[in-house]
């Protein structure tokens, strides 16, 4: 697929009332137009009782509705939030699980809610107890924490997808303990 309006290696399988195959065409590609899809360099290969004839043409239109988003996997990371939006209202149309895409939009909302209990949990190890300690076990700490968030993170997110939790739940349930990490941070300092 070069664009939302041109494929490449198009095939496609024709088959009578009792399913059985009656011919097989290839196209070289294929462009929309007029609502349209025109294949070029097609070859049919018609299957007969006993023989199969192929047949050549140089363009056809074949009658085909088809939407080209049904055919490719976006990777959600790399989405803004309204294609990621209507990657969501699309698959719901089509049928298609969509929680991999709602995890992302979801954990892109609360990305500032997120920041902020980080800086919750840092302000700990700043003016906390560790603040007696030296500069190099601070920093180590620090991105000890960091890094649970981070595998935390992946882990919660790959369990909410499996386990089909709620989106919105498997996104805000890690910042919440984080929250209350820090909460306990705070009272362990006092």
Same mark, same amino acid.
């Given at each position: 697929?070069?664009s939302?309006? &041109?494929?490449?290696?198009?095939?496609?399988?024709?088959?009578?009332?009792?399913?059985?195959?009656v011919a097989?065409?290839?196209a070289?590609?294929?462009?929309l137009?007029?609502?349209?899809?025109?294949?070029?360099?097609?070859i049919t290969?018609v299957?007969?009782?006993?023989?199969?004839? &192929?047949?050549?043409?140089a363009?056809?239109?074949?009658p085909?509705?088809?939407?080209l988003?049904q055919f490719?996997a976006?990777?959600?990371?790399?989405?803004?939030?309204?294609?990621?939006h209507?990657?969501?209202k699309?698959?719901?149309?089509?049928?298609?699980?969509?929680?991999?895409?709602?995890?992302t939009?979801?954990?892109r909302?609360? &990305?500032?809610?997120?920041?902020l209990?980080?800086?919750?949990?840092?302000?700990p190890f700043v003016?906390?107890?560790?603040?007696?300690?030296?500069i190099?076990?601070r $920093?180590?700490s620090?991105?000890?924490?960091?890094?649970?968030f981070?595998?935390?993170?992946?882990?919660?997110?790959?369990?909410g $997808?499996?386990?089909?939790i709620?989106?919105? $739940?498997?996104?805000?349930l890690l910042?919440?303990?984080?929250?209350?990490?820090?909460?306990?941070?705070?009272?362990?300092?006092?």
């Open positions: 697929m070069a939302s309006r &041109q494929v490449y290696g198009v095939t496609r399988f024709q088959f009578n009332k009792a399913h059985r195959l097989a065409s290839r070289a590609s294929g462009h137009e007029n609502n349209r899809w025109i294949f070029t360099n097609v290969s299957i007969g009782k006993h023989s199969v004839a &192929q047949e050549k043409q363009s056809a239109s074949w085909l509705t088809f939407n988003h490719t976006l990777d959600p990371t790399t989405l803004t939030l309204t294609k990621l209507q990657q969501i699309y698959g719901r149309i089509s049928g298609v699980n969509t929680n991999k895409y709602q995890i939009y979801w954990e909302i609360f &990305q500032p809610l997120t920041t209990i980080m800086v919750l949990v840092a302000i003016f906390g107890p560790l603040r007696t300690v030296s190099g076990l $920093l180590l620090g991105i000890i924490v960091g890094l649970v981070y595998i935390l993170n992946q882990l919660l997110t790959s369990f $997808l499996v386990y089909q709620s989106p919105v $739940l498997a996104a805000l910042p919440i303990l984080f929250f209350i990490f820090s909460l306990f941070l705070f009272w362990w300092k006092s």
